[in-house]
């Protein structure tokens, strides 16, 4: 912060000729001391005036760079926000700050954790994970955070086994209990929304029994502090960060310690003797007093590590924020020069307006505020690798921008390293997928993500991956023995190569060959009183009839069609009538033959060959007559039978029309179905239903 301002007062472009002035305190942590610092800053003057010509207003508070924490920005929001005292934070996230009803006065530099919560849940959907523990801080970060994050892990279908929250003020006896809940636990990933102190804390009671392998998924709180890379079980860890930056003349400022400005403060004092083991007030009995030979230039730690920098930008860019609100507020541009008018009296109110629009860009990086205060989300992703010394280091393998398009903000530009080192994603589910053929049927009791898989009922396919439910085959498919894939039925007729139709043939063509042999002795002894006793006529016309009887029986053979179907049923019905109206002519005559040798009897005359003739074709005349009816009224068609085999289509003639509920498809077009047929073999009830009487 003080770097920033630096920069700031020694600008010719940004605040020309005033010069911004700070106060730094330390709440410890404390929401109590937090409370107290806003009230003192929000009197709007210091006890202490400071009149000198580096003031260009003194001791007026334009604005807050802070706090670290989200409980105690909470209160101190609350506490500006009515006096119009603008706050910004470097570090506080929680999503309930983006209320401007409450918090009408915060601004922060960080993102929101809504945000967070919603990169970690593309995270664990990302990598198909779907039964996951959850820890959290016991705060206004860890409940919120992970409240936010529940919701879009529950909207992506992810389901928690359990969720556990402590603080590191617990007992021993409470921290135990969660560290036992994620020994015990199925779930392979652990979510942990902690801050860095609380994660502490957890991880050395883990550390006594260390768990089964865990993956850790973190939030930033903890997931870049280096001190949890000792721990070797969170090895492969990956969560979301702050952004790594670079602050260019950041490090020769932090390395431009004079030994005066060490003593003059005592956080510069005690730093200075930490680093060195060495003492400057002779108060440590245990340490060599420093001898002036120590050089700042010479220490490799993260107070000199200014290429990890990550929170610290955040500090860098909210000290620019209130600057250029500042500027807009009291300077304009005129020509070619900034014009700053020193005597207005600015209040924090106009600080507060400005500050809402403020865009601008730092060192390549961007900031601006949305009308609830938050900047554009965007976080690195993270993963805690070993390095070829062994050592684990944290390694920025990817990002999420909530700028970009929904469903490309997250990406992934490096490989991962695993929970073990693992290089394969570990797996972490309830239930293992259900495969094609199977479909879902939840666990009693259990959350969505428990089920077993049971196979699809008969006539019934799921074809993807844990189907929720089977869905029937078309009328004219049915599924494969795996009820993941439907395949047209196999469509059955009585072909003429098959072995029922060679036999119906021969049959045929042997009754024809008889009919035709017999009619050819009749013609040849057509003369021999036996075959003029019997009405030669009649017995060639029946002989005839019996022909066309047997070759009718071919007709049934092939795959039906329209005419097929006509000519099958009217033919064989005529030609039937035919050779059973020649029959009753014949029987007849013999009858009244017994009857007429009565004496005084003349019955024979009324059945001589005229009457007998008229007989065969007045009966046959009927049939015809009704034939034609029945083709005009309702014809037969083709049809597929659907309904007599689930698994195979078998082609037939329909020879009634039934109602649409329960019709069936013609072939090409729709046609009735027949009604449930007696469960014979296809061809035999086929034929059997053809040429019954």
Not at 130 to 148: L, P, Q
Not at 149 to 167: P, Q, R, T
Not at 230 to 247: D, H, K, L, M, P
Not at 600 to 626: D, E, Y
Request: one cysteine or more.
């Amino acid at each position: 912060m003080i770097f920033a301002l630096e920069e700031i007062n020694n600008s010719t472009e940004l605040l020309p000729g005033i010069r911004l002035g700070y106060q730094i305190y330390d709440s410890c942590a404390s929401v109590p001391v937090a409370v107290h610092i806003a009230f003192h800053l929000s009197n709007g003057h210091d006890h202490i005036f400071y009149k000198d010509s580096n003031c260009s207003q003194s001791g007026v508070v334009m604005a807050a760079v802070g706090e670290t924490g989200s409980t105690p920005s909470i209160s101190m929001s609350r506490i500006f926000g009515p006096f119009h005292f603008p706050q910004v934070s470097h570090s506080a996230s929680c999503a309930c700050l983006s209320n401007k009803q409450q918090y009408p006065t915060f601004f922060r530099t960080i993102p929101s954790d809504q945000f967070q919560a919603d990169a970690l849940a593309k995270l664990v959907k990302h990598f198909g994970w779907t039964w996951i523990g959850a820890v959290r801080s016991d705060s206004d970060y860890g409940n919120n955070g992970m409240a936010s994050f529940l919701a879009a892990a529950k909207k992506d279908g992810i389901c928690v086994e359990y969720s556990e929250s402590f603080d590191k003020t617990n007992s021993h006896r409470k921290i135990q209990k969660v560290a036992d809940v994620i020994r015990s636990s199925t779930a392979m990933v652990v979510v942990a929304f902690i801050d860095s102190s609380d994660m502490r804390v957890l991880l050395e009671e883990l550390a006594r029994n260390p768990p089964p392998p865990r993956q850790w998924i973190g939030s930033e709180g903890w997931i870049t502090d280096s001190f949890f890379t000792s721990y070797s079980f969170c090895e492969g860890s990956i969560g979301v960060a702050i952004q790594q930056s670079f602050i260019p003349g950041l490090r020769d400022f932090l390395l431009d310690l004079s030994p005066t400005e060490v003593a003059a403060s005592s956080v510069l004092t005690e730093f200075w003797e930490d680093a060195f083991n060495c003492t400057l007030t002779k108060t440590i009995s245990n340490r060599r007093m420093c001898d002036g030979t120590e050089d700042i230039k010479t220490l490799k730690n993260s107070y000199t590590n200014i290429f990890q920098l990550r929170m610290t930008n955040m500090v860098y860019k909210a000290v620019y924020a209130i600057a250029h609100a500042i500027h807009n507020a009291l300077c304009q541009r005129t020509n070619l020069t900034i014009q700053c008018d020193k005597n207005i009296r600015l209040e924090s109110k106009q600080v507060l307006s400005q500050l809402k629009k403020v865009n601008f860009s730092q060192n390549g990086y961007p900031v601006s505020f949305d009308a609830n205060g938050d900047p554009v989300a965007f976080y690195e992703l993270v993963n805690w690798q070993k390095s070829e010394r062994g050592v684990i280091e944290v390694v920025a393998v990817g990002y999420y921008d909530a700028s970009l398009p929904k469903g490309q903000e997250f990406q992934i530009n490096k490989n991962i390293t695993w929970v073990q080192g693992e290089t394969q994603v570990p797996v972490s589910v309830c239930s293992e997928s259900c495969p094609p053929g199977t479909h879902k049927v939840l666990q009693k009791g259990k959350p969505i993500c428990c089920y077993d898989c049971i196979p699809c009922p008969e006539g019934e396919i799921s074809n993807m991956t844990d189907s929720p439910d089977c869905l029937p085959c078309p009328s004219e498919y049915w599924p494969k023995a795996e009820n993941d894939y439907c395949f047209p039925k196999p469509v059955e007729f009585l072909s003429f190569d098959e072995v029922l139709s060679i036999i119906l043939a021969a049959f045929s063509i042997m009754g024809t060959c008889l009919a035709v042999i017999t009619a050819v002795i009749f013609f040849h002894t057509r003369t021999t009183p036996i075959v003029r006793a019997n009405n030669s006529e009649l017995s060639f016309l029946l002989l005839f009839s019996l022909t066309l009887c047997f070759l009718c029986s071919l007709t049934f053979i092939g795959a039906p069609s329209k005419r097929s179907c006509m000519l099958r049923h009217t033919a064989f019905g005529i030609i039937f009538v035919l050779c059973i109206s020649c029959v009753l002519g014949k029987t007849v005559v013999v009858l009244m033959a017994f009857k007429a040798t009565l004496p005084g009897s003349n019955v024979m005359k009324w059945f001589g060959p005229p009457q007998q003739r008229l007989t065969v074709v007045s009966l046959t005349l009927i049939q015809v007559l009704i034939c034609t009816v029945w083709l005009i009224l309702s014809p037969p068609f083709p049809m597929k039978n659907l309904t007599t085999y689930k698994e195979k289509i078998i082609l037939e003639c329909a020879l009634v029309v039934r109602s649409r509920k329960t019709s069936k498809r013609r072939y090409p077009n729709q046609s009735p179905e027949l009604p449930q047929q007696p469960s014979f073999k296809a061809k035999e009830q086929w034929l059997y239903s053809e040429l019954q009487l």
